[in-house]
């Protein structure tokens, strides 16, 4: 039998990555869509390039870019994708305020220009695609909790753009018979997430902190809520979604909310250190109460320890405005009971598990010599 033949566009991205290592592992050809960078922007799926001089490689990159139809077309035609998972957008909610109409292009347009591909290249029996849609079409809830029913309010240029996206991908089933499915994905995270959203910005930070190479990290609203999975979870949700004989939407969710402060906290929690919050909005903090010298000596390691417990009563946690959204989405919560009755989906990790797999790898990041030596850390835009 002839291998399965899969393009995900984002393959660098978190998911990208984590599903291309699942479909290699099933079997797959993977075939993934590239943009060009003046810096390497492989890190992620390194693992699995291979020398296109290789005979018979299982993962192929092409270069592309979402708002550039040709491009699309062309590869799409070359691959003959059994199934296309695009998961390709420019991600970051509160950048997409500052840059709405490339947003608008490649998250929403992008999603066209790939389904209009399938369909001019006669794809449309052969080709199933799998779109990434988001929980951030929800918004301003509804409903509590959200599902699959759940009228949308978005409240980003980037929810707008993929309101857009989401809807188009259930015309064109309609109008054309296509398998094409929505996976309504909660925010998902895991040691690959970019390091400007909440999580990755939050673990980092606790790892550099309890390694005394940073005295403090400045956050934006603290009282949000979100429904956060392992990625790894929902990347095979992906898969499970365009497995179905019928294309379907699905929600993908824990059905657990947490705030962003008790993010924080559990996060120290992982070395040890209890971190504490008084004061409110902009005036809020968060300061260290104490420390479990045995958790911090195994996590973090026993050298650190002295210095470290100097700084019990430090502020380690301030808010900043710059970091406020124009129109914040105040509490997600999602209602996986579709996808697990349907797709036969259920998640694996707790919040626990995940914060842990995120603090314990940042850990090793940051402890790496090599690292350290070359200044460390990246300095991240200061408005993101
Ligand atoms: P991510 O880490 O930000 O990855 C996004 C990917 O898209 C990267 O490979 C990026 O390339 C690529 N990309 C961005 N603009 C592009 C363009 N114009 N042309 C071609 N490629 C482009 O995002 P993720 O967390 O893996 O999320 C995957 C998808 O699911 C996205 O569509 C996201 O909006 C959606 N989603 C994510 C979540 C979540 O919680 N993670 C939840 C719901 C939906 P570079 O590597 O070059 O930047
Ligand atoms: O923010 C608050 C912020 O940027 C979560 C994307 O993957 O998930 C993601 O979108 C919450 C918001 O993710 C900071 O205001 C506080 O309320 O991690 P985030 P997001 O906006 O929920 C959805 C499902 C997607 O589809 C998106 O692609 O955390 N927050 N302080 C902060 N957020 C950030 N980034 N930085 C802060 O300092």
Request: hydrophobic residues 35%.
């Amino acid at each position: 039998m002839s291998k399965k033949v899969a393009l995900i566009t984002g393959v660098t991205g978190q998911d990208g990555a984590y599903l291309a290592e699942y479909l290699i592992k099933k079997g797959y050809i993977v075939h993934g869509l590239k943009r060009r960078s003046s810096l390497f922007n492989t890190d992620r799926i390194d693992h699995l390039y291979q020398d296109p001089h290789d005979e018979n490689r299982n993962m192929i990159l092409h270069y592309g870019d979402m708002t550039d139809s040709m491009n699309l077309t062309r590869i799409i035609g070359d691959v003959q994708p059994d199934e296309i998972y695009n998961l390709a957008a420019m991600s970051h909610v509160k950048v997409s305020f500052d840059t709405p109409e490339y947003t608008a292009n490649a998250d929403g347009i992008g999603t066209l220009r790939v389904l209009e591909a399938v369909r001019l290249l006669n794809l449309t029996q052969k080709t199933r695609i799998y779109q990434a849609s988001t929980s951030e079409l929800y918004g301003l809830v509804q409903e509590i909790p959200q599902k699959e029913t759940t009228p949308f309010y978005p409240r980003s240029p980037y929810a707008v753009a993929k309101l857009y996206a989401y809807w188009i991908t259930v015309n064109y089933r309609e109008a054309y018979g296509m398998h094409a499915s929505n996976g309504i994905l909660f925010n998902h995270e895991s040691p690959l997430r970019g390091e400007t959203f909440v999580t990755r910005k939050v673990t980092r930070a606790v790892a550099r902190i309890a390694l005394n190479l940073q005295e403090k990290v400045y956050m934006g609203n603290l009282s949000s809520k979100r429904d956060w999975g392992h990625a790894k979870d929902y990347i095979k949700a992906m898969y499970l979604i365009l497995q179905q004989d019928e294309p379907d939407d699905y929600v993908i969710s824990t059905g657990v909310t947490t705030t962003i402060r008790d993010f924080i906290k559990m996060s120290f929690s992982e070395v040890g250190v209890e971190v504490e919050f008084r004061g409110s909005d902009e005036k809020e903090e968060g300061y260290i109460v104490s420390v479990n010298d045995e958790v911090f000596a195994k996590t973090v390691g026993e050298a650190h320890l002295p210095a470290f417990k100097k700084r019990i009563g430090n502020v380690v946690v301030g808010v900043d405005p710059a970091y406020f959204r124009p129109t914040e989405v105040d509490i997600l919560i999602g209602d996986n009971t579709k996808a697990r009755t349907k797709l036969g989906w259920e998640p694996t990790y707790d919040l626990k598990a995940l914060c842990q797999d995120m603090v314990l790898h940042d850990i090793e990041v940051m402890k790496r010599e090599e690292f350290l030596k070359n200044g460390g850390y990246r300095i991240m835009n200061y408005f993101e």
